[in-house]
């Protein structure tokens, strides 16, 4: 029988008190669709590590929604590694989202471990089976990796480490997921692999960011975007039709779920999911 497509949201530490009050009404009004988890990000080599401890007690104050900080281990140690695990475990977490992460600009020590598969087996000797791990996957594949079926090998090092599930890089063609996901199956990669969810709300700034971390904007997205110039309206009515209709589509297509990168807003998944809430009631 086929289960039930789950949610999930993405959230990142707010640098002001007045950012986490506001994050934790974006939080409590994200969580009336009974998502499974909240995820809060970890910055690089880091830096954000005790916002992001902030951040997850006050998510679990406030809210019901389980929460899944994320772990990078780039710049620390696996001595911090190891004390961040068992504080996680102390306040009852169940579920990490495991990544290897970037070294922060000027930071010169990568860190004990170099791989996100080594940070999973130090959960793993650390926790036992206590976590949960999501690690991520790439169905564009990571702008490091230096062939197509190499970054499959690392994603399969995570999930032969320990992996339970995970969670993609964003992207807007369904296509790239569909083939990710069956190259995996042919691996023997059988773990969900939720696809992560990107808005589209202020394109420049989503042009930046794709073109630093590899994910792929169709050309017909950019043109029609830059035809808005800034009518900020237009931008959103437009970038609401194209991720819904991606959504949709990998639904239809058999994704176990959606993670969206909320970008500490709720707005859009708002509206975003209750157009979807068929697939999510099948």
Request: hydrophobic residues 40%; glycine residues 6%; contains cysteine.
């Amino acid at each position: 029988m086929k289960q039930k497509p789950v949610i999930s949201f993405e959230f990142f530490p707010p640098k002001t008190p007045e950012g986490l009050a506001k994050l934790m009404q974006t939080a409590q009004k994200l969580q009336e669709f009974s998502p499974e988890f909240f995820s809060v990000t970890f910055g690089a080599g880091g830096s954000t590590r005790e916002g992001t401890l902030e951040t997850v007690r006050q998510l679990q104050e406030k809210t019901k929604t389980a929460v899944a900080p994320h772990l990078a281990c780039m710049g620390c140690t696996e001595a911090e590694l190891t004390d961040i695990i068992k504080h996680y475990k102390k306040m009852g977490l169940k579920r990490i989202v495991a990544l290897r992460g970037d070294l922060p600009s000027g930071m010169g020590h990568s860190g004990e471990l170099k791989y996100a598969y080594e940070l999973v087996q130090l959960i793993r000797k650390t926790a036992d089976d206590h976590f949960h791990i999501e690690v991520a996957a790439y169905p564009e594949f990571h702008p490091q990796a230096k062939s197509a079926h190499d970054d499959i090998l690392h994603f399969k090092n995570k999930v032969e480490a320990g992996a339970n599930s995970a969670i993609t890089q964003y992207f807007f063609n369904a296509d790239a997921y569909f083939h990710f996901r069956d190259e995996c199956a042919k691996q023997g990669i059988l773990i969900p692999i939720v696809p992560g969810i990107m808005p589209i709300t202020l394109f420049s700034k989503l042009v930046r960011f794709s073109d630093s971390c590899g994910a792929e904007i169709p050309r017909w997205i950019r043109k029609k975007c830059e035809t808005y110039h800034d009518d900020a309206d237009s931008i959103r009515e437009f970038g609401i039709e194209i991720v819904h209709s991606l959504c949709d589509r990998l639904l239809e297509g058999g994704a176990p779920g959606l993670h969206f990168y909320t970008l500490n807003q709720a707005d859009m998944s708002a509206i975003l999911i209750p157009r979807l809430s068929k697939r999510f009631t099948k």
